[in-house]
């Protein structure tokens, strides 16, 4: 079955520093990767996603970027602020097995005033 | 409109005990998915459920989990004979269906489960 490995597993930047999440899966044929942003106590939150038909994706201050050869994905966060601060997952799965998602497991992301 | 909402919020039980955790879905929304969250870790797949289609079974850790819907409204997860290692966070959620573009998955807050 798919393999999801994502590092680091903590980050800690100062405010208005990027920060770069990145995951790697072992299933070729994944074409969907969501990341979630999960705040103490709370569900996760889908923040943004990207399909293998597609390099880069970006909403405002985030980004992510797929290398389907290398089988890695990475998310980016520019101009980092307080309240960015969680704990991210990414995420992959099939079309032909949409519903069964694999979680990395998870980064918590800290930044700095 | 309403989120996913999960009951209870907590739950302590005994070794040995059955529970139950309930999930309501987003209204409309055709596929529901379970999750384990142990502490510090990433999300573990239990089951989900399309539509009327057979359930994906496949993350289920042992044949202690079962799992209901029914149509496309409320589900319940029952673990029996809870043993202290089922001492995680359980995550419910719901999405419009499983076609691209409609698979955004959205989480309930979880029931938090305590095994003494």
Redesign the interface.
Known sequence: GENVE?HPSTLSVQEGDSAVIKCTYSDSASN?F?W?KQEL??????II?I?SNVGEKKDQRIAVTLNKTAKHFSLHITETQPEDSAVY?C?A?I?T??????????TTLTVKP | GAGVSQSPSNKVTEKGKDVELRCDPISGHTALYWYRQRLGQGLEFLIYFQGNSAPDKSGLPSDRFSAERTGESVSTLTIQRTQQEDSAVYLCASSLSLAPGQETQYFGPGTRLLVL
């Open positions: 994502q969907y969501p979630y106590g709370k569900g996760p939150q889908l996603d399909r997952f995420a799965s079309a097995n949409a519903g069964k998602s694999t979680f990395g497991d998870g």
